[in-house]
């Protein structure tokens, strides 16, 4: 069994930042992408950035220059620095992954449980 891990969330005022991580636990072989989505109420879930396992990342244009996405392949973790935060910026975070577990070895999609960031003063 797999799974993802997030912390970080919480409230901070406009121009803020917060640091989301997120842990990848259990039977993993590899990890492929990994990555921060976002849903606020009545939005779809979007993707926020992702990283490859080679350090290629993408962001979506509303939080480029702002956000910053990294990972520690060692600790199958991801991180999401978030800076200059906005009132856009609130929604629930979560994490992603898409992985190879092993044994049995097969191709996995997963989920965090999500971390809630609110943006106020």
């Known amino acids: 069994q797999v799974q993802l891990v997030e912390s970080g969330g919480g409230l901070v005022q406009p121009g803020g930042s917060l640091r989301l991580s997120c842990a990848a636990s259990g039977s993993i072989f590899s990890i492929n992408a990994m990555g921060w989505y976002r849903q606020a109420p009545g939005k779809q879930r979007e993707l926020v950035a992702g990283?490859?396992?080679?350090?290629?990342?993408n962001y979506a244009d509303s939080v480029k220059g702002r956000f910053t996405i990294s990972r520690d392949n060692a600790k199958n973790t991801v991180y999401l620095p978030m800076n200059s935060l906005k009132p856009e910026d609130p929604a629930v975070y979560y994490c992603n992954a898409d992985l190879l577990s092993q044994l049995p070895f097969r191709y996995l999609e997963v989920w965090g449980q999500g971390t809630l960031v609110t943006v106020s003063s």
């Open positions: 990283v490859t396992s080679g350090g290629t990342t």
